[in-house]
Structure formats: structure tokens, C-alpha cells
């Protein structure tokens, strides 16, 4: 199995290098075709490996070892079920990220900027869960940072972009040093990075308080864990719409990845604040991500968003299994654990879906920005009913996936008061209650971006000629919402491979694993609560149609009345509601602060008959209360280096025997 | 070897140094060249005594091309620059003669604390001309950072070589191909010493370094 994947990542590079022919000029082209062809099956390829893995349970590691890498070190991978649970996230949506870029490349005026590295990203991506020692770790976690760079700033003509690819390089830079630096305490003096020898080693408190502390910057900043998520929505958007599908659906999973290796897996060590901190994190996470989103005007930064609060819905799961497990308590970590890695599966589906409509939006308007959008519902009617299910899945409607999973969640999040400290006891409620919060938001977020970007009347002349898209573009977006309604409909299909993943992880099954049944999920058995999407679903279709025959039967009539006479004489379509309107509820309540929202009536002068205006201007403080200090301590410490550029000889000189004579002073004193 | 010659060898490494500390606080440029010179000669007799009681007859080779070399070339074409250019004048240090010779004493001090006893096991020849030959190193670092002039930094970098040679001196077992490629690279130095003093002394007219630190590019 390893040697299949092993396969196709190389075969991914040589595609790459074929991607690397691709003339400059509109559209795919022989070579795009090629590259994005053969990524898809080979990510299929990969897929099936993994589902082949999970579902033959047997969940032993299989390792292999290769002659190459750095001199004292061996390259070493495995697979396990955590690795192919997230090879399966990778590739699954990489292979419909391919088809995608079928029919999206067709439309974008650079694309032999995007083909070199597309499948570049992919073989990163799917070298990292492979991954078993740190050095290759890093390699592979530095292929998928930088080759998203170059894709993120394909578009480079615009300033934002580069603005964008800048801070993402930035951050990127610093969340690998950081990981480098969690690796190297990890390894400790012995200095063997292996996984299996890091494994053997107890780390003392201090070592493993700061192993977790440089993962979650490391990884986290990766993922988009507030307050290092400022980078998340502007690059993510930046990039072509496959790879924005990419970047948040499955980039963001693979620092999940990292996370629970490292902290559930390497280190293994669990103390209750850390699961405290990681509650806290992922509350902020889910809550300054959901507000965000509901008031952005631009449809992909507002998905990007969006994932920002969905990682912090997975953190939240996180840090519970992690307090659980602190706790002794492993078959409720267990839970824990399930329900994260199942919301980071379902996020990847209806997240990369969510960007691929978006993508089909821009490809046939030419817009982003909500305020131009509208009506599309009438042009694009499979767009719109895909992205209506992703939307559905997103706000944790049941019976999609999403449901599913945060319901998971919330039984973990009930079983809190069994921990003992009073610390966590207060917080878990405190975490359901913001998780409840951010799940709220999000379905008023998704109200308003299908509603003004499908329904109403269009509101520019873009909107209004907006044509269908590609059958190559409307394929994968149809099979990801197949994927949800199905995982949704039946969560056994991913919960039974996933239970030896967290048996692996914790040592023990998750809490009543014998409770997850095809029909009914009752994971917490003395609390008696149970849900089955299917029953749900045909309730709902059931009564649905009930209501229907009692229309048709019952009150058969049909009255044709003007619509909407009263409150809608104008037909023009700036009588709607705008996204800013919709939004401006949420925008007042927290907007000051969190915000930083100031509104501006500009109101002519009595007599004059130019139109009043209204403006709403915005920033995110996060910058400056986080990254302004920061960058400004970095300005300062080179501006203050700088001067030893200035030295006259005798003081080049100088320091020179300054230095040496203090070493020299050093090995008197040491000796 | 006898104890004499111990102590005889003893005392030529310290006036190698004696003399290094005449060099931190002379003031005029032709006493400084003339100190030099007898550094030099004074490291020669180190050399020879060292040939003659050890029985090692490449050490007499050794000698011979210092005293050429860095007793009368280097010291006479120094005198001629200073005779072309027109520097007599007394040089300014940067640091006060008090507290420069507070400094290389400190200095001297480190380097005994430094060698002796890290060398514990050496023949005790060697261990104590180690720290002399590493006081006169430092010594000579010393002085090209406390003063202003271009000629008195190459004295001073001239100075520090022959630490480097009073410590190859007092090793035993240093080949001559070494020295040889030593003393070659002094005169090659110093030929490229004498062509920057020309070329700068034709731009600025003044062998004076902040001259050029004003020179050098961009500044803030």
C-alpha cells in the first residue's frame, strides 16, 4: 500500500514537471489538461489506498524506509489509520479539486502559473500523513507551505494578492520555525527523529508544555487558530477557486493532522490547563471567525472565514480530549477526539464544495463582492442547489453531515461536569454555549450568502447575464454534496473507520462504540440521547410531502395576486435587502470593539438633491493589537542592527576582539 | 635543556613582550618603527637560542629570514613611506596610554590564565612562551584597534605576526615549509599594505582613517 502511494506521489512530481511546459497564455491548454487528468486519478488512486486501509481495520502501522534524505537520517514513513483517515480528506478532495480545474482553468489568465504547482501542493499534502520522521516531516509540511504560496500568488497582478502571499509567507515562515523548534525538544539531546524514538521518550512538564505551546503556533497559525488566523482570509481567497477549495478544505485538516500526531501521539503527555487553553482557543477561534464572516461582503473571504470558525469548532474538540484525557477519562477523549476528526472530514467536504460555487459564481459573473450577485438561482440552478446543501451542512442543519458532527461534539461537551477540577467544569458549559453561539452565526451567516447571492433580483448586469458553467466544473461540486447528504444520512459510514483510528490514538474505544449503529448514533448510553439522520430525513420527507397533499387536495386554490405589493412596488433591485443591510444587525451588536466598526451618514445640505450616503468602514483590531507590536519589534531590532553596518575599521575590529577575548575570558572561567 | 637555557629563553619571550608594550604607548612614528624593528630582532635571538639549545638547525633558517625580513625591509621601506609621505608627526591613539596599558596588562593576565592550564601536561618550556607568544598576539590586536593611523595598524598587525611566529618558535616540530610560507605572506601583505597607503594617501591626502570612514557608501 505504501509503495502504491509512494507511486503516485512521485508520478505527481513528474506532472508537475509537465505543468512546468504549460505555455503562458489563456486557458489550460494540452498541458493543463494533462496535469489535472492525471492528478485526479492519481489522487483517486490514493484515495482508494486509504479507504482500502481504514476499512480493512487491521489499523498496523506499515513502515517503510528509504535511503534518502540527510546523511545521519533515513527517510521514514508509515501509514496508520490516522494518516490514511486524512490521506482519504486530502486526496478525496483533491481528486474533485482536479476535476474542477478541468473546467475552472479553462477561464483563468494564467494558468501556467497555477499547473506547476498544483499537483505539487497535492504530493506535499499526501507526504506529510505519511511522514515518520521530523526532518521529513518538515520537508514535506515546507513543500505544501510554499508550493500554496506560489499558487496563492498566481493572480499576482493584484496588489492585494501579493499584500496577501506576503503575510502568508511571513506566517508560514514562523509557524515551520516553530514546528522545527517543537521537533528538536521532541528529539531532545539523543537527537533520533525518528517518530517511533520520539515516541519512547518521557518528556519532563517543561519540555512537554513547550513542545504544545510551539505546535499550536506552528501548526496552528496553519490551520487558523486565533489570534495567528489574520493571513487565513486573505490568502485562501487569493488563490484560484480550486485551490482556495484546496487551501481551506484540506491544507487547514492537514495542520489538524499535525496537531493531534503530536499532541495525542508523540508526546502523549496531557495536562487538564492545556485541554483549558485549547478550549479557550477554539472558543475564540469559532467566535471571532463566524462574526467575521457574517459581515463580509466578499463571497470566498467569507468562506475563508468560515473555516476559521469551523477549525475552531475542531479545536474545541481538541482541547476536550485533551482534558478528558488529563482526566483519565479516555473513552470520553475518545469521543472527543471522534467527534473533531469527524467535523474536520466534513468540513473538507462541504467547505471545498462551498469554494468550488463560489468559483463558478465568480467564473460566470465576474464578482466576488455580494453587492453585485443576486438572482442567480434562475441561471445557475444546480450552482445554487449545491451550494443551498453545502449551506445547509454548514450551519449544522439536520440531517446533513455537519449536524452530525457538532451534535458529537455537544455530547462530549455534556459529559464535561465528570471531570473534577472546577476550572474545567465551569469552562466546558461555557465552550458548548460559544459553540451554540458560532453554530448560530453561521447559519445566519449562510442565510445571507446564499440568500443575496441566488435569490432576489441580480444587482448588476454581470449577475443578470451570469451563464451556466462547465459540466466539468458542476460535476465534482455534485458529488461533494452527494458525499454529504450521504455522510449525513448514514455518519456510520465514517464513524466505523474512524473508531480504530481513536482506539489507536487513546488506547481505549471511544465512549459506547457498540452505540454506533447504521441507524441510530447513541454514543453516551446512560444519557439515553440518540440521533439517526435517515429516520430524521424521512420524517422531514415524510411530512413534507404530507403538507404537500393537504395543498393539493385540501386548499387546492390558486390565488394570483401581485407579489409582494405592499412592501415591493419597485421593481428595482436596490430595493432589496444588501449583504451590508442583512449584516448590520450582528455589525451594530458587536461592532465597536470587535470590529472596530465606525458608520458614516454623509447627508447633503437641505436644498441640495444629491443622494445622502451611508458607509460602513471596518477594520480588524486583531492587527492592531497583535501583529502592529510584533512587526514593530521586528522594525525596531533591525533598525537598531542596522547601525553595526556603519562601523568605522577600528570598530569592525574591535568587537571582533571583543568577542574573542570575552570567549577566550568564557574558557577561563568555565575551566 | 638546561635550566639556564630555560631561563634565558624565558626572558627573550618576555622582552618579545616588553617590547609589545613599548608599542602601545610610543607616540612617534619613527619610534615606533624603530621598536618594531627591535621586536623583531629580539624574535630572531628567540629563534636562534631556540635552534642552538634544542639542536634543531632549521630554527637558525627561521631566524635569518625575520631579521631580513621584518628587522630591516619591512622597517627600512616603512621609514621611506613615512619619508614620501611626510609623516613625522607624533600618531594620536584612541585610548589613553594608562588605560591602554591597564589593558594589555589584563590582557596579558587572560592569556597565562588561558594557557597555563589548559597545557598542563606540555614540557613547561613550551606552556610559558604559549602565553607569552599569545600576550604579544593579543597585544598587537590591541594596538590596531587603539589607533588612528593606517601605518601604525599595519605595525601593529606586523606586531601580532610575530606572536604567531614566537609561538611556532616555541612549539617543537613546527616544519619551516610553514614559516617559509609565513614570512612570504607577511612580505606579500605588506607590498599590498604599501599600495593601499599610496592609493589613500593620493584620495585624501592623509593616511588618517576617519578620512575614509566618511567615504564609505551610504549612510543612514
Known amino acids: ?671 | 635543556m638546561s635550566t639556564l637555557g630555560y631561563d634565558i629563553a624565558h626572558l627573550l619571550d618576555g622582552a618579545v613582550l616588553l617590547f609589545s608594550f613599548m608599542l602601545l604607548y610610543q607616540r612617534r612614528m619613527s619610534g615606533l618603527i624603530s621598536v618594531f624593528a627591535l621586536q623583531s630582532v629580539t624574535l630572531a635571538v628567540v629563534a636562534a637560542w631556540g635552534a642552538y639549545t634544542r639542536h634543531a638547525p632549521h630554527l637558525y633558517a627561521s631566524a635569518a629570514i625575520v631579521v631580513v625580513v621584518k628587522a630591516v625591509l619591512i622597517p627600512v621601506a616603512l621609514h621611506k613611506i613615512m619619508t614620501r609621505l611626510g609623516i613625522h608627526r607624533t600618531v594620536d591613539a584612541a585610548m589613553s596610554i594608562g588605560s591602554s596599558m591597564i589593558a594589555g596588562a589584563s590582557l596579558v593576565a587572560l592569556s597565562i590564565m588561558l594557557v597555563l592550564p589548559v597545557t598542563f601536561a606540555s614540557a613547561a618550556l613550551t606552556r610559558e612562551s604559549l602565553a607569552l607568544a599569545l600576550s604579544t598576539v593579543l597585544l598587537g590586536l590591541l594596538m590596531m584597534i587603539t589607533r588612528r593611523n593606517a601605518v601604525t595598524q599595519v605595525i601593529g598587525f606586523m606586531s601580532l605576526e610575530n606572536g604567531l611566529i614566537l609561538a611556532a618558535v616555541g612549539v617543537e616540530g613546527m616544519p619551516l615549509v610553514v614559516e617559509m610560507s609565513i614570512a612570504f605572506s607577511v612580505m606579500v601583505a605588506f607590498i599590498i599594505f604599501g599600495i593601499f597607503f599610496f592609493q589613500i594617501r593620493e584620495r585624501f591626502d592623509s593616511l588618517d582613517l576617519p578620512y575614509l570612514e566618511s567615504f564609505r557608501g551610504e549612510r543612514r
Not at chain 1, 500500500?1 to 513528474?14: C, N, Q, S
Not at chain 1, 478544505?249 to 500526531?261: C, D, E, F, P
Not at chain 1, 488529563?326 to 476528526?341: K, M, P, S, V
Not at chain 1, 459573473?365 to 455580494?370: A, E, N, P, Q, V
Open chain 1, 1 to 671: 500500500m505504501l509503495t502504491t502511494l509512494l507511486t503516485t506521489i512521485a508520478l505527481l512530481f513528474v506532472l508537475a514537471a509537465v505543468g512546468a511546459t504549460a505555455r503562458p497564455g489563456h486557458g489550460n491548454g494540452f498541458a493543463g489538461t494533462v496535469v489535472y487528468v492525471g492528478t485526479m486519478g492519481l489522487c483517486a488512486v490514493n484515495a482508494v489506498t486509504a479507504v482500502l486501509f481504514l476499512t480493512a481495520g487491521t489499523g498496523d502501522a506499515v513502515g517503510l524506509v528509504l535511503p534518502i534524505g540527510p546523511p545521519w537520517q533515513a527517510t521514514h514513513l508509515s501509514l496508520d489509520g490516522l494518516s490514511a483517515f486524512f490521506l482519504l480528506i486530502v486526496n478525496g478532495v483533491g481528486a474533485m479539486a482536479a476535476l474542477y480545474g478541468i473546467g475552472y482553468g479553462r477561464h483563468e489568465e494564467e494558468p501556467a502559473r497555477v499547473l506547476p504547482f498544483f499537483p505539487v501542493f497535492l504530493a506535499g499534502m499526501n507526504l506529510v500523513p505519511l511522514a515518520a520522521d521530523a526532518f521529513s516531516f518538515l520537508v514535506a509540511w515546507e513543500f505544501m507551505s510554499l508550493s500554496s504560496w506560489f499558487l496563492v500568488l498566481s493572480s499576482h497582478r493584484r496588489h492585494e494578492t501579493r499584500r496577501a502571499a506576503l503575510v502568508y509567507l511571513v506566517m508560514a515562515a514562523i509557524g515551520t520555525a516553530a514546528l522545527i523548534a517543537a521537533f528538536g525538544v521532541l528529539a531532545g539531546v539523543s537527537g533520533d527523529y525518528g517518530f517511533a524514538a520520539i515516541r519512547l521518550r518521557s518528556l519532563g512538564p517543561l519540555e512537554a508544555g513547550a513542545v504544545m505551546a510551539l505546535v499550536l503556533i506552528g501548526a496552528g497559525s496553519k490551520a487558523g487558530v486565533a489570534p495567528l488566523h489574520a493571513w487565513l482570509p486573505l490568502a485562501h481567497p487569493a488563490a484560484p477557486s480550486h485551490v482556495s477549495a484546496l487551501m481551506s478544505g484540506v491544507m487547514t485538516k492537514v495542520a489538524v493532522y499535525a496537531i493531534v500526531r503530536v499532541l495525542f501521539d508523540l508526546s502523549g503527555e496531557a495536562v487538564w490547563w492545556w485541554g483549558l487553553l485549547m478550549l479557550g482557543l477554539g472558543c475564540a477561534t469559532a467566535g471571532v471567525g463566524v462574526l467575521y464572516a457574517v459581515v463580509e461582503r466578499d463571497l470566498k473571504t467569507l468562506l475563508a472565514y468560515s473555516t476559521v470558525e469551523n477549525i475552531g469548532l475542531i479545536m474545541i474538540g481538541l482541547g476536550l480530549a485533551m482534558a478528558f484525557k488529563a482526566n483519565g477519562l479516555t473513552a470520553l477523549a475518545g469521543l472527543a477526539l471522534l467527534a473533531a476528526l469527524f467535523h474536520a472530514l466534513n468540513h473538507s467536504l462541504y467547505k471545498s464544495m462551498l469554494f468550488f460555487g463560489a468559483g463558478a459564481v465568480l467564473v460566470s459573473t465576474g464578482h466576488r463582492d455580494l453587492e453585485r450577485l443576486g438572482g442567480l438561482i434562475r441561471k445557475m440552478p444546480i450552482t445554487s442547489s449545491v451550494f443551498l446543501v453545502g449551506c445547509i451542512s454548514i450551519s449544522a442543519l439536520p440531517p446533513l453531515n455537519g449536524f452530525a458532527s457538532e451534535w458529537l461534539l455537544l455530547q462530549a461537551i455534556l459529559s464535561g461536569p465528570q471531570m473534577s477540577q472546577w476550572g474545567l467544569k465551569l469552562a466546558v458549559p461555557v465552550a458548548g454555549a460559544a459553540l451554540v453561539l458560532a453554530t448560530a452565526l453561521a447559519g445566519a451567516c449562510f442565510v445571507r450568502a446564499f440568500g443575496i447571492t441566488f435569490l432576489g433580483r441580480p444587482r448588476s448586469p454581470e449577475a443578470a447575464s451570469a451563464l451556466r458553467v462547465d459540466v466539468a466544473m458542476r460535476i465534482p461540486m455534485v458529488i461533494l454534496a452527494v458525499a454529504c447528504v450521504l455522510v449525513g444520512l448514514l455518519p456510520v459510514l465514517a464513524l466505523t473507520p474512524l473508531t480504530p483510528v481513536v482506539h489507536g490514538l487513546m488506547g481505549t474505544s471511544p465512549v459506547a462504540a457498540e452505540g454506533i449503529t447504521w441507524l441510530w448514533l447513541s454514543p453516551v448510553a446512560e444519557r439515553a440521547s440518540s440521533y439517526s439522520g435517515l429516520v430524521l430525513f424521512l420524517t422531514v420527507a415524510v411530512m413534507a410531502m404530507m403538507t404537500l397533499l393537504i395543498k393539493r387536495f385540501v386548499s387546492g386554490r390558486i390565488r394570483r395576486t401581485p407579489a409582494w405589493d405592499c412592501g415591493f412596488p419597485d421593481p428595482s433591485p436596490s430595493t432589496q435587502y444588501t449583504a451590508a443591510s442583512f449584516a448590520q444587525p450582528i455589525r451594530r451588536m458587536f461592532g465597536t470593539h470587535l470590529f472596530g466598526a465606525r458608520e458614516m451618514v454623509d447627508m447633503p445640505d437641505p436644498g441640495d438633491s444629491a443622494p445622502a450616503r451611508f458607509s460602513v468602514e471596518m477594520k480588524d483590531p486583531i492587527w492592531a493589537w497583535f501583529y502592529r507590536p510584533v512587526v514593530k519589534f521586528i522594525g525596531w531590532t533591525t533598525e537598531s542592527t542596522n547601525a553595526f553596518q556603519f562601523l568605522t575599521i577600528r570598530e569592525y575590529l574591535g568587537l571582533m576582539f571583543g568577542v574573542l577575548v570575552l570567549l577566550l575570558m568564557l574558557v577561563v572561567v568555565i575551566r
